[in-house]
């Protein structure tokens, strides 16, 4: 059965694909809420057929809706009281019944809640843990060999992992850990990559363009391929049956061109890539699902802050005391201040021909010798200088790149501590690091 994509920026939409890398519109409904935060897929109504459960984490509310074969979403119910503070949430077999059950977790609090569904897809509380690690992703899976949905928890600030099998009842068991992960994955996506039934784990690392397909057995993990040269702006990576076959095959998405690729695998750790195709809108969340009878499908939803950096490369009068920074470097700052933002729903975008300008100017250039705070008159004039030029971009955050000792290495610094620095949900505010950072660099 082939895979159809469903976006949603304040709309609904089911796109089919055709196994050769196309997206073809289906259906669309528009009017929907702009402040949905996650999304899951499942059975949650007992019909046998997908449905989707959004979850609007500012109103503490989930809506659970059916999608019918011909791509109709309709409300199965409205579920209000919920808490402000779930990161993840994730769909699987935690009850045992036919249908699908939910796991909320919330890295502030330490808390994960395991929930059944019932009758009009009401949730009914199986499991309650407390005192949890703070963990960044939570990727469900069958791990453990039974017929329950077990979980693997993943650190990139300590760089281990730690597989944990459920046993219907809301508890959960340690199968294996690993302490030695690379603290720098960015996407951890579950699927049957080589057909044997049992879910293994692809890791993907955004800035060296790296990948890993591992096989999983009794919580170890053993490597079955290491990709390189992968492109490096693939903000999402979404497992689906898009070939046919039996085996897990991938999505990958690029928000910043709109483009996207699908990846058919092989089944020993290799692929073979389709053609890029571009999307009509982009998109901030992304899975895959079989809506309605016979139409299976990806849904996407696009809720994201977005904030335009405009770089201005500072000289002196003259030409001299020239920073050294280039489009370049200001196009890999903001991919990895993307990855440190991207659970907070904030976006930087830069477009090296529009964004990015020099500017002589020896006032502005001597800035950063006033240091954060100086009420000296000349440097008060110095910072009025730069004031006024950047309120010549009034809906940009402007960030003045100056000249200053060793500012390379400090911004190479910089931005190899920001996948450690992720900031939860509720950091909404980028322009307080993106101007710290034009402090940095210059």
Request: aromatic share 10%.
């Amino acid at each position: 059965m082939l895979q159809a994509v469903a976006f949603a920026q304040n709309s609904g939409r089911i796109l089919a694909t055709d196994g050769l890398g196309a997206l073809n519109p289906v259906s669309a409904q528009t009017g929907w809420r702009s402040t949905w935060h996650l999304a899951a897929k499942g059975n949650f109504d007992g019909s046998g057929n997908e449905d989707l459960l959004t979850y609007d984490r500012l109103a503490g509310e989930g809506r659970f809706m059916a999608v019918s074969a011909a791509g109709a979403f309709s409300t199965i119910s409205l579920q209000t009281g919920w808490s402000t503070t779930w990161d993840q949430l994730v769909a699987g077999n935690f009850g045992g019944s036919a249908q699908t059950d939910l796991f909320f977790y919330s890295a502030s609090t330490g808390i994960g809640r395991f929930y059944t569904t019932g009758a009009g897809a009401a949730i009914t509380l199986l499991g309650n843990r407390t005192g949890m690690q703070e963990w960044d992703m939570v990727i469900p899976g069958q791990f453990g060999g039974s017929s329950h949905t077990d979980l693997f928890f993943y650190s990139r600030t300590r760089g281990d992992g730690i597989f944990m099998t459920s046993d219907g009842a809301g508890n959960l068991t340690t199968l294996g850990t690993d302490g030695g992960l690379n603290k720098n994955w960015d996407q951890i996506v579950p699927g049957d990559f080589n057909g044997d039934g049992i879910t293994d784990l692809f890791f993907y690392q955004r800035v060296l363009g790296e990948a890993r397909f591992c096989a999983t057995s009794g919580g170890a993990l053993t490597v079955m391929s290491s990709l390189t040269g992968l492109r490096t702006s693939w903000d999402m990576v979404v497992p689906g049956a898009f070939g046919g076959s039996a085996r897990t095959d991938l999505w990958f998405y690029d928000k910043t061109a709109n483009e996207g690729r699908f990846a058919l695998t092989n089944g020993a750790g290799g692929w073979t890539l389709l053609p890029i195709h571009t999307t009509s809108k982009p998109f901030s969340h992304v899975l895959s699902a079989d809506f309605g009878a016979s139409n299976s499908s990806l849904f996407a939803y696009d809720n994201t802050v977005r904030v335009r950096i405009h770089a201005v490369k500072c000289e002196d009068n003259g030409g001299g005391r020239s920073t050294l920074i280039t489009p370049a470097e200001v196009r890999t700052w903001v991919d990895r201040a993307n990855i440190a933002y991207a659970q907070a729903g904030v976006r930087l975008e830069f477009d090296a021909a529009t964004d990015f300008e020099v500017l002589r100017d020896t006032v502005i250039n001597s800035l950063d010798l006033c240091g954060t705070i100086n009420n000296d008159p000349l440097c008060v004039a110095r910072k009025a200088a730069a004031q006024a030029w950047a309120m010549r971009y009034p809906c940009k955050v402007v960030v003045f790149f100056q000249h200053g000792p060793a500012q390379r290495d400090e911004l190479l610094r910089h931005l190899r501590r920001l996948p450690a620095h992720q900031p939860r949900s509720g950091a909404r505010d980028p322009t307080r690091a993106a101007h710290r950072q034009g402090a940095v660099a210059g």
